[in-house]
């Protein structure tokens, strides 16, 4: 089950999407975050939806992937759901028990912040799937170099988001093998009540937090023994470059958010 996670997870390929630059792909990102919280009709939810099809026909993600990365979600957009359509009053009730209320009102929060969550989640994972760790790193630099003006660390952010993105996939695939050694000698992880369940993540937990801080050691022993001292005097073999489909993408994409931000 744990091999379903989708997140921090990079697929790699030689398509459009693939190829733009990084930076380009976290301003469209961002763009589209800001066009999600901003659009308010079914008609607007509708038109982003079908532009996110596009793009994953385009990078030529299958449909199973992005159900996958919605899937560790799930619970969190159901609870969202429940607690939108029970406890936001309107005007057209349907039923009332106490202070639950099942509104029309309510339940069209509910679908519209669910579908919002949804299309939130599909937009972060469309940037993961198609972009490495490394270029996001890179990117994510490149675009927030400005601050070094003002001291601020920013090589030292974009390594550590590189490292905890990098090592995501690696403690799902430990966890997992943890959780099988563990069922062989025994332990059960899904029965008895919520307490129990707890108690039973001990045989979990322990060994996967003090394998991740071996990690943690070996990785700041083996950047020391290499000399690291941070962006000080640091040059790239790969150097980001704008090309002309990249900024015709930005604008493209930069109109259509406008688009949607302004009628629908």
């Known amino acids: 089950m744990l091999k379903n996670i989708t997140l921090g997870q990079y697929f790699p390929g030689d398509t459009v999407v693939h190829r733009l630059d990084p930076r380009i792909k976290i301003l469209v990102a961002l763009l589209f975050l800001v066009a999600v919280f901003v659009v308010r009709?079914?008609?607007?939810?509708?038109?982003?939806?079908?532009?996110?099809?596009?793009?994953?026909?385009?990078?030529?993600?299958?449909?199973?992937?992005?159900?996958?990365?919605?899937?560790p979600l799930l619970f969190i957009i159901i609870f969202t759901f429940v607690l939108n359509i029970l406890f936001y009053s309107g005007q057209t009730i349907y039923w009332q028990w106490g202070f639950l209320t099942i509104s029309k009102e309510g339940i069209e929060k509910a679908v519209f912040i669910a579908i919002r969550l949804v299309l939130l989640i599909v937009a972060t994972s469309l940037l993961t799937l198609t972009t490495s760790p490394m270029q996001l790193t890179d990117g994510m630099e490149s675009l927030l170099s400005p601050l070094k003006k003002i001291k601020f660390p920013v090589h030292e952010m974009a390594m550590m988001m590189s490292i905890a993105m990098r090592f995501i996939p690696t403690l799902v695939e430990e966890?997992?093998?943890?959780?099988?050694?563990?069922?062989?000698?025994?332990?059960?992880?899904?029965s008895g009540n919520l307490l129990k369940k707890a108690k039973n993540m001990i045989p979990l937990l322990v060994p996967l937090f003090v394998g991740a801080f071996k990690r943690a050691d070996e990785l700041a022993l083996a950047m020391e023994s290499r000399c690291y001292h941070g962006d000080e005097g640091r040059t790239r073999m790969k150097v980001l470059h704008l090309k002309r489909m990249d900024v015709w993408a930005l604008i493209l994409m930069l109109a259509v958010s406008i688009l949607f931000m302004v009628f629908l």
């Open 41 to 71: 009709t079914m008609w607007g939810f509708l038109a982003l939806a079908l532009l996110f099809t596009l793009i994953i026909a385009l990078a030529k993600i299958g449909p199973v992937t992005i159900l996958r990365s919605i899937r």
């Open 175 to 190: 966890t997992d093998r943890i959780m099988k050694a563990q069922t062989a000698r025994g332990a059960e992880f899904d």
